[in-house]
């Protein structure tokens, strides 16, 4: 149909809709499609379903409106085309107009065609994907056959059976707010001279819902919504839909997406019960002691949703300390992080906004910090609130519509925003370990796409020592001589492996898909038990991969576990460095090293710390002469990423380099200043320390840049420009640190005396000397928890961190999410140390 038909009904001197008559500023061939769905109360209320094409708006008034019920096929009558900015307009049609009445947003996206759209159109089956705020996944359109004599067009709209598809509850119901303004279609209607913005002339935006967080209402304030009734059976979770960006509009709280697994719990007649996401009774496999913890509560009866979680000493959740406590039938570190309450002491909440559940649910846990916690939210933008998440390496956010019911399944009100790339996949196979044995080296994974397992790549990292033994068992009972796999899978893909009935679902972590469809630098994470093998498929969401640089150098035995506890293998701690390089590179490179090589891994018994050559090194580890020191043993250097990895083949756990190059061997380029705290000092008066050198360097005029240590303290750096010699620049850094001493002596400490250092924070400047050296930024360390060196901002300097906080699992997220590299300035900002007065 062309526009002529649409302006032929309507009188554009009357009606505030646009009149097409302007040419549309998209291009022919649009990279995306845009669709709307108009909710349209004229002499009866439909909505409006427009998909763009051809530079206009294929149109359908869709009588009942659209349904996420595949059972259920709407009636789509075909109407005339819309101009393209029509799609933006919501207001009031006046009565004895063409459509009068009123028009309101209801939905609005992209729209990807399955197929060529005009022969679908011309066929009578459009097949395709939306990409909206309310409606996604799979849709068809689909023409009838028509009666003789009939004028119009039907056709039926059907919801594809999908992931986004649910057969219980009704959006249309839930969601009746419009996309553009947030108004419901009755409050545009009062008012009359309503046009593009759905406001009355003259009016102001309508003020934004506010959420207080820390409301604590009467335990019987039951919130409208709430409705008296028998406690039901299990409820099917609500599920959150992934998205690559998190809302940013008003109306949306946000909660830290917790790294578990999702349990139900029912409190009744004094018994706690924990249900799985499919149903299953796992009471008794977390133990009795946070059952008893739930039965304690002040209540009769009650159903919880949350997570429950294993924290880690720097205080994140961790999904492999959790499956280890598992396997070890370990239940004193399990903590439980409710974020919902569906019932409570008789009363069904369901149908009652999430945020006046969450304040009777904070309400009942109120005082509670032990095993049972409160899940806080968040009202800020999303976009803030998931910035802030990547910037402490977590895995992501949950962004709920502040006024929606609970309903089960994936509807759309619970968004789900990643840092990094992370979902669960069938193992299809293993490979057994080099460097152990009875334990698995590595993992052959697959997904479900059109009802076949297709191979997407292995897995070689993540596994505990215990894992890798524990996989090992299981996994050999299970082998099959045939391929588990539905592809052919290539001469290298199948070398070592041993195929396996693929019953078993494992989480995984990876960077990106490569253009062959294959995970990129994938870390295993646990398995999960609560997953069937059918229901795991591709997530839609990836995050684009940045360019990783390559090594020519080989790594032998791969699957070594370097650090035991955490599972992190010689090829996990190459792929954390490739990951990092672009960072940490001006640190290591062209520079002296010392490093702590530790070729047991971590629990070995083995730790060298060399600064000179050993048998068998890899020639991409330099050795060079010290100019002070022709005749005595050679230095060690590296000059790019095959030398890098030439490090993590030799076991190096730590890397420390000088403070300067070898290409100004006496001029420093930095200083380091290490705050090393006594046991008992708090975090904060170590970050109190590291502000007081802060505000001293720059009195000096210099520039002061701060870094966890990895291990107990902080490390504040100072560029130099390389001018100043070693004697210089360690008599300034101790001229610092005994001035701290003297100013705070019972808090701070110049020398080195064990005795003295009680409650007391050792402001270490020998690490200045020439030939002495201090860890690089982002390197790892060799200490439980496989801490890394990170460099922060002074602003994200709070309780929320550690310095052991960021590890070889989150580092890589923090980093691959930063809008800017805290230390991108770092040398830019150098200035000679003779300068100062």
């Known amino acids: 149909m062309a526009l002529e038909a649409y302006q032929a009904k309507r009188n554009f001197k009357v009606t505030p809709e646009p009149s ?4 549309s500023t998209r291009s022919a061939a649009p990279a995306t499609l845009s669709f709307v769905i108009q909710k349209h109360d004229a002499s009866r209320l439909h909505y409006d379903f427009r998909l763009e094409l051809d530079g206009v708006l294929k149109s359908w008034a869709v009588t009942r409106g659209p349904s996420l019920n595949p059972d259920e096929k709407r009636l789509a009558v075909h109407v005339e085309d819309h101009p393209l900015d029509y799609g933006d307009f919501e207001g009031t049609i006046p009565k004895g107009q063409y459509g009068g009445g009123t028009v309101l947003l209801w939905d609005r ?12 159109y011309k066929k009578g089956h459009l097949e395709f994907d939306l990409e909206g705020e309310k409606l996604s996944g799979r849709w068809h359109l689909v023409r009838m ?20 598809a649910r057969r219980k509850g009704d959006i249309l119901k839930q969601r009746p707010e419009s996309v553009k303004s947030g108004r419901k279609i009755e409050e545009v209607t009062k008012h009359p001279d309503a046009t593009w913005d759905s406001r009355p002339k003259g009016a102001s935006k309508p003020a934004a819902k506010t959420v207080s967080t820390r409301a604590k209402p009467q335990r019987r304030d039951w919130p409208k ?19 690559a960006k998190a809302p940013s509009s008003k109306g949306w709280i946000h909660e830290i997406k917790f790294d578990g697994y999702r349990l139900q719990v029912r409190l009744e007649n004094g018994k706690a019960v924990l249900l799985t996401r499919s149903g299953l009774d796992w009471t008794e496999k977390f133990g009795r002691e946070i059952a008893d913890a739930f039965a304690a509560l002040p ?9 429950i979680v294993v924290e880690r000493e720097n205080g994140a959740s961790d999904f492999s300390a959790l499956q280890s406590d598992l396997s070890e039938r370990r239940h004193d570190r399990f903590v439980f992080y409710a974020f919902d309450l569906l019932y409570l002491d008789g009363y069904d909440l369901r149908q009652a906004k999430v945020t006046d559940r969450k304040r009777l649910l904070e309400a009942l846990l109120a005082g509670d910090a032990g095993m049972i916690r409160y899940s806080q939210h968040f009202t800020e933008s999303g976009t803030v609130v998931l910035e802030h998440a990547r910037q402490l390496g977590l895995e992501g956010i949950v962004s709920k519509l502040a006024d929606s019911e609970y309903v089960s399944g994936r509807t759309g009100d619970w968004v789900k925003s990643k840092c990094l790339e992370r979902q669960e996949f069938v193992i299809g196979g293993y490979v057994p370990s080099t460097a152990m044995k009875n334990a698995i080296g590595s993992l052959a994974m697959g997904v479900y796409r059109k009802g076949k397992l297709a191979h997407v790549g292995r897995v070689g990292t993540g596994f505990s020592v215990n894992v890798a033994q524990e996989l090992y068992r299981t996994l050999s009972a299970m082998e099959q001589k045939d391929n588990s796999f539905d592809d052919d899978l290539t001469t290298e893909e199948r070398r070592g492996l041993v195929y396996v009935t693929p019953k078993l679902v494992a989480e995984v972590e990876f960077q990106a898909w490569s253009a ?22 591709p997530e839609l969401i990836n995050i684009p991969a940045r360019e990783l640089p390559q090594s020519s150098v080989t790594l032998t035995h791969p699957d070594r576990i370097y650090w035991p506890d955490e599972g992190v293998t010689k090829q996990g701690l190459a792929s954390y460095y490739a990951r990092v390089w672009r960072f940490i590179e001006p640190y290591v490179t062209k520079r002296p090293l010392a490093l702590l090589r530790c070729p047991d891994g971590i ?41 890098m990895v030439a490090l993590v083949q030799s076991a190096v756990l730590e890397i420390h380099p000088w403070g300067a190059t070898t290409d100004s061997w006496e001029r420093p380029d930095m200083i380091t200043m290490d705050l090393d705290p006594a046991d008992g000092v708090s975090w904060s008066d170590i970050i109190a320390a590291a502000n007081e050198l802060k505000k001293r360097l720059e009195a000096a005029g210099l520039a002061a840049f701060v870094k966890t240590s990895g291990g107990k303290g902080l490390h504040v750096v100072t560029p130099l420009k390389p001018k100043a010699s070693w004697v210089e620049v360690k008599a300034f850094a101790k001229a610092l640190a005994d001035g ?11 020398t080195a005396t064990k005795a003295k250092r009680t409650g007391k924070i050792f402001i270490d400047y020998l690490r200045n000397g020439r030939g002495n050296t201090a860890v690089a930024a982002y390197s790892t360390r060799a200490r439980p928890g496989a801490a890394v060196s990170m460099p922060l901002e002074w602003t994200e300097l709070t309780e929320e961190i550690g310095p052991a906080y960021f590890t070889v699992d989150n580092a890589p997220a923090r980093l691959d999410g930063l809008r800017s590299d805290p230390w991108a300035d770092f040398f830019a900002a150098a200035v000679p140390l003779e300068k100062q007065k």
């Open 109 to 120: 996206g992209t729209w990807t065609p399955n197929g060529d759209p005009h022969k679908g």
């Open 225 to 243: 919504g709430s409705e008296k009734a028998a406690m039901p059976d299990f409820v099917e979770p609500e599920l959150a839909k992934l998205k």
């Open 516 to 537: 062959d469809g294959n995970l990129r630098h994938a870390a295993f994470r646990g398995l999960r038990e609560d997953k069937a093998p059918e229901d795991v498929m």
């Open 603 to 643: 629990a070995g018994h083995q730790r060298f710390f060399q600064k000179h050559s050993w048998k068998g090194m890899n020639p991409n580890i330099e050795q060079i002469t010290d100019p002070k020191d022709k005749g005595g043993e050679k230095l060690l250097r590296i000059m790019d990423f095959d030398g």
């Open 20 to 23: 097409g008559s302007r040419r």
């Open 299 to 307: 209540a009769r009866s009650a159903i919880l949703d949350g997570e």
């Open 740 to 750: 701290m001493s003297k100013d705070q002596p019972d808090k701070y400490l110049a």
């Open 145 to 164: 056959h028509g009666k003789p004599g009939e004028k119009q067009e039907n056709w039926l709209l059907i919801k594809a059976e999908d992931e986004d």
